[in-house]
């Protein structure tokens, strides 16, 4: 198992996943370097008869995030790299300021519902890998992604309110 080639294989998908459980790129960055390093670590916890490389990745990326986030409050400013791509100034503006709308909102989400609307949504996992790395069984899986998007609904639905609410 090389771990440069680990690196360049899952850097981008670690690096999105803990920017979007944090919120900060720089916090983002820490908990990717602190995740591969736990692969040199002596005694590293990695077994590839219980998991895959990357289920394992991505829940030491989890674990360390959550340990951020019970470390240090919630900040209300947001570290939000780069910019939208558009064909126009305007568009880009627009672009961002949704973004940064639809980021805000995925925080706000309770812990367990943002990590599953994260992996499923953004990282587009199965749904029986986010159980595998959140350890919970897929029903559960099913349920925080259900509510995550019926809260994040309501909570943009003040962004969009010509757009027809679909509650069950």
Not at 81 to 101: D, F, H, K, M, T
Not at 107 to 130: D, F, G, S
Request: charged share 25%; proline share 6%.
């Amino acid at each position: 198992m090389d771990v440069l080639e680990l690196f360049d294989e899952h850097h981008g998908a670690l690096f999105r996943f803990a920017y979007r459980l944090t919120g900060s790129a720089a916090d983002a960055e820490d908990i990717v370097q602190t995740c591969f390093l736990e692969l040199l670590r002596p005694g590293c916890s990695y077994d590839p008869k219980r998991a895959p490389v990357r289920t394992w990745l991505f829940g030491v990326v989890r674990n360390q995030a959550l340990k951020r986030f019970r470390q240090k409050p919630a900040s209300d400013t947001l570290d939000i790299p780069g910019g939208a791509n558009g064909p126009s100034p305007e568009q880009q503006v627009l672009r961002s300021e949704i973004e940064e709308v639809v980021r805000r909102a995925v925080l706000t989400l309770p812990e367990v519902q943002r990590e599953v609307l994260i992996l499923a949504h953004y990282e587009q996992m199965p749904l029986t890998e986010i159980a595998s790395i959140l350890d919970i069984e897929i029903g559960a899986v099913k349920s925080r992604l259900q509510r995550a998007r019926v809260s994040l609904r309501e909570t943009l639905a003040a962004y969009a309110p010509n757009v027809e609410q679909n509650h069950e």
